[in-house]
């Protein structure tokens, strides 16, 4: 009996318990459906989304050359230490030494003392002299002896003698001729001639000094030609028209004096055939073609007139580049990827959509790009803000135009 009881009770609590079950199933379909038939209806809310604004700029097709830019420091063409090949004592300087003034090629820049040089000179030639008369006598006694040998009132080594004579004084007069030609050298040497025309940078001797061979009287340098090597990048170098062709493409060289700007025009004179080992740039020489051309970019006038290219002046220069067609400068920022143009397309006066156009890199020139584009929106205007997601047809607003809002959906937000 208490087995058959023991079963009942486990059997009463599994109904009691399945039960309980159901009834929070029910409760909780039943509660789920009051719910639902008595929820809210919420109505879709109307919000306002600010268009993304953006600044715009125009672009213009480029008109001029593309600017190849460097600088350097303003070296005359030929700089030179003015030497003389002897020593000596200095007697007498051109005015353009005492002066640190300009000559011109041959003019005479330095007399050494040459009296030692004149007195060997003057004794060689007088000793050349005396040997041409004697060669004139013994031409004389020559002919006389040959007739008396014919005679037979002569013999045959008296005429020997006077031939023998002949033939040394000959080589006396050849010796005689050397040593004057060495002392004109050497009277000339005691000259320092103008090897070009130019200018003196600075002097080095007094007159009274007493130099040796080869010791530097003063500095010259070409006061007409100035030259600025200018490393360029090799990109920048294959865009200069006929730089490894011989050709000599304008350049613009300036600097800057007392606050002002000043500029001279300028050619590419020649390149380096070589690479600068570290920078990996190509020298390219540029010189002035009129160095008294100098205009001052500014409107104020110096009382001292424009200065002359100053050696060692830090020069800025521009080297005239090609012209590509169809090509814009535009902010180096307002390429985006390197290869695309964000437009804004008009849509109203100050609003519309993006377009992306492809666009093919020329030349970087500081903050400044050269792009090729050959077919741009027609009315469009150059994006140059940044956005965070373009999309080709997105809406947008010139900042100009102010802030203007779009209506969107509640239920149309991302």
Known sequence: MKRIFGYL??????????????????????GFRYLGENREVVEPAIIERPITLVKTIDLTLLNTPLPIRGQGFMQPFRIANLASQVGGQVIELHPAITNRGSFQQGDILVRLDDSAERATLTQTQANINATLARLDLNRILLERTETLLARGSASQSALDQVKSTQEELSANLNSLIATQSVAEVGLDRKLVIAPFDGAVLSMQVEIGTVINGGQTIAEIFTQD??????????????????????????????????????????????????????????????????????????????????????????????????????TYAIPSTALRGGERLWFLEPSDAT????????????????????????????????????????????????????????????????
């Open 351 to 414: 609003g519309g959509t993006l377009g992306i156009v492809e666009a093919t890199l020329i030349h970087v020139d500081g903050e400044t790009s050269y792009v090729q584009a050959d077919v741009l929106p027609a009315g469009g205007r150059l994006i140059t803000t940044a956005l965070s997601t373009p999309q080709a047809g997105m809406q947008l607003r010139d900042v100009a135009g102010g802030i203007e809002t779009a209506v969107v959906a509640e239920d149309d937000q991302p």
């Open 225 to 326: 030609r100035m030259e600025i090597d200018v490393p360029i990048r090799g990109a920048d170098a294959a865009l200069i028209p006929g730089l490894f062709e011989g050709g000599s493409p304008s350049a613009t060289v300036s600097v800057r004096f007392a606050g002002q700007t000043f500029e001279w025009d300028a050619q590419v004179s020649r390149v380096s055939p070589t690479l600068n080992a570290r920078t990996r740039t190509l020298t390219v020489t540029v010189e002035l073609t009129d160095i008294a051309d100098a205009r001052a970019t500014g409107t104020s006038i110096m009382a001292s007139g424009a200065p002359p290219a100053l050696i060692n002046s830090f020069a800025k220069v521009v080297i005239e580049g090609p012209m590509p067609e169809a």
């Open 9 to 30: 009770g486990t059997g009463l609590r599994e109904i009691f318990w399945i039960a309980v079950a159901m009834t929070v199933i029910f409760g909780g379909i039943s």
